[in-house]
């Protein structure tokens, strides 16, 4: 199986430099819905990785994380394999799966049995594609951040994504 696991905030979601968890602040980016049909019909898994620290800093719940997460599946039809998040933040725990930790992808890697080197990454900051390089997942980097060494690629978007993806 090969997969493109995304990042959320700035890849699916607008990026706004803080917490997103209120359904009005949760703002789709243009043609994601579009683009992550287009990869499901390639045959590729979409799996979702985030980091979502707020958690447990007390900000937001699980349930109001899924309530944003279901916005997501009812405009792109369920097509969403998988939503992997880790909650802790360094201030209450560290985490072998906040990125840039690695241990959500292979969780993802070992229950949808992925072949990695076949797979991308797609995140909007370095963090999102360190671990994803250690692990030999192809990576692009989308939006305004420097390209740092772990980036194969870099686009504007997640949907100039598809001309890579294949
Ligand atoms: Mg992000």
Not at 71 to 76: G, H, K, N, R, V
Not at 110 to 135: C, E, F, N, Q
């Amino acid at each position: 199986m090969k997969a493109v696991f995304l990042d959320r905030d700035g890849v699916i979601n607008k990026e706004r430099g803080e917490y997103t968890y209120r359904l009005d602040d949760f703002e789709l980016i243009g043609e994601v819905a579009t683009a992550i049909t287009m990869i499901k019909s390639r045959g590729f898994k979409v799996i979702v990785i985030t980091n979502q620290a707020g958690i447990s800093r007390g900000l937001y719940t699980v349930e109001q994380m899924k309530a944003c997460h279901a916005i997501l599946q009812e405009a792109c039809q369920g097509l969403v394999d998988d939503i992997y998040y880790a909650p802790l933040h360094p201030s209450v725990s560290e985490s072998l799966a906040r990125k840039p930790g690695t241990l959500m992808f292979e969780r993802a890697i070992v229950k949808y049995d992925i072949d990695t080197t076949s797979s991308w990454m797609v995140g909007d900051k370095m963090r999102d594609l360190i671990p994803a390089k250690a692990l030999g997942i192809k990576t692009i980097l989308v939006g305004d951040q420097p390209m740092g060494k772990e980036a194969d690629y870099h686009r504007k978007d997640l949907f100039s994504c598809l001309d890579l993806i294949d």
